[in-house]
């Protein structure tokens, strides 16, 4: 099974999560990215 969610407007916290401090005066590029759980053959372990 696959789940995919794509958060738009969302206001939760994990909406636009930060890692690290934002430096004043930097230019920042958005860094999109997909977060997957993935269980092994008898789903008893994620790989």
Known sequence: ???IKIL???E???ANPT???KK???TYQ???G???VIPDAEKN???
């Open 45 to 47: 372990k994620l790989s």
């Open 8 to 10: 738009e407007n969302e």
């Open 19 to 21: 890692f690290g401090e």
């Open 12 to 14: 939760s916290s994990m």
């Open 24 to 26: 004043e005066n930097m």
């Open 1 to 3: 099974m696959i789940i």
């Open 30 to 32: 958005p860094r999109y």
């Open 34 to 36: 997909v977060y997957a």
